[in-house]
């Protein structure tokens, strides 16, 4: 078992997002999980990411306020609790549509070792 509180939650910078601050809450470390990592994302209204893709498949879940998840000709607004699978090597765009902060779990594999 791995426990690890929010106050030890380090921040990080992800590419081509803006008016995002970000922690990752598990992964990375050693004792932590061997396939995928956890992130807690806080977006501002107007905030986002992309347009950009990635090799690797990802979850979003709302946890708090609206997200617009653009990819694949699909355009949806997600709520609290509603959440998305984004396969590999699919270009999205994630904005916060809303007039207050939208927290969102983020779920990704690891990145293929070199």
């Known amino acids: 078992m791995h426990v690890k ?4 939650a380090q921040p990080y910078e992800a590419p081509n997002h803006f008016d995002v601050k970000a922690l990752r809450l598990q992964g990375f470390e050693e004792g932590g999980p061997r396939n995928f990592w956890v992130g807690l994302s806080h977006i501002l209204p107007g ?3 992309g347009p950009d893709a ?7 879940v709302v946890l ?5 998840v653009s990819a694949e000709g699909e355009d949806r607004v997600l709520q609290t609790f509603d959440s998305v699978c984004i396969g590999p090597n699919v270009e999205r765009t994630l904005t916060n ?12 594999p690891y990145p293929p070792k070199k």
Do not use: D, H, Q
């Open 47 to 49: 905030g986002g990411a």
């Open 97 to 108: 549509p809303g007039n207050e902060v939208a927290t969102i779990l983020v779920v990704m």
């Open 54 to 60: 990635s090799p690797l498949e990802k979850v979003y």
């Open 5 to 8: 509180s929010l106050e030890s």
């Open 64 to 68: 708090a306020g609206r997200i617009r």
